[in-house]
């Protein structure tokens, strides 16, 4: 059974900064790479960054690289997502994914079709 789990979703104001965590358990999401997704209001889901099952390889999206920063735990089971310098646009809900394939090391992903699993999102909303 795999269970994705996120949180830290939170109202901050814009020039704050947030930590979302995700905790993905089940023998399905070893050698895993793990993502954050996020939908804002009326958009479509687009990809934030990405974190290899390693940890050593990141890729984030244009308009967060700078400003978030993804990590994986010694443990493997937890990737953190430190969110600075929040802008209203970074409004959304959320989504921690993780990978269809178990190939382990420094691979990464970044589109939706190579997503397994899905967390069920957490709200982050930034007020101007």
């Known amino acids: 059974q795999v269970q994705v789990l996120e949180s830290g979703g939170a109202l901050v104001q814009a020039g704050d900064s947030l930590r979302l965590s995700c905790t993905a358990t089940g023998r399905a999401v070893d050698r895993t790479a793990t993502a954050w997704f996020r939908q804002p209001p009326g958009r479509e889901r687009e990809f934030v960054d990405v974190?290899?099952?390693?940890?050593?390889?990141?890729h984030y999206a244009g308009d967060v690289e700078g400003r978030f920063t993804i990590s994986r735990d010694s443990t493997k089971i937890t990737m953190n997502l430190k969110m600075t310098l929040l802008k209203p646009k970074d409004a959304a809900i959320y989504y921690c994914?993780?990978?269809?394939?178990?190939?382990?090391?420094?691979?990464?992903?970044?589109?939706?079709?190579?997503?397994?699993?899905w967390g069920q999102g957490t709200q982050v909303t930034v007020s101007s």
């Open positions: 994914a993780v990978d269809r394939y178990e190939i382990g090391g420094n691979n990464v992903f970044t589109h939706e079709t190579d997503v397994e699993y």
């Open positions: 974190v290899s099952w390693s940890g050593e390889s990141t």
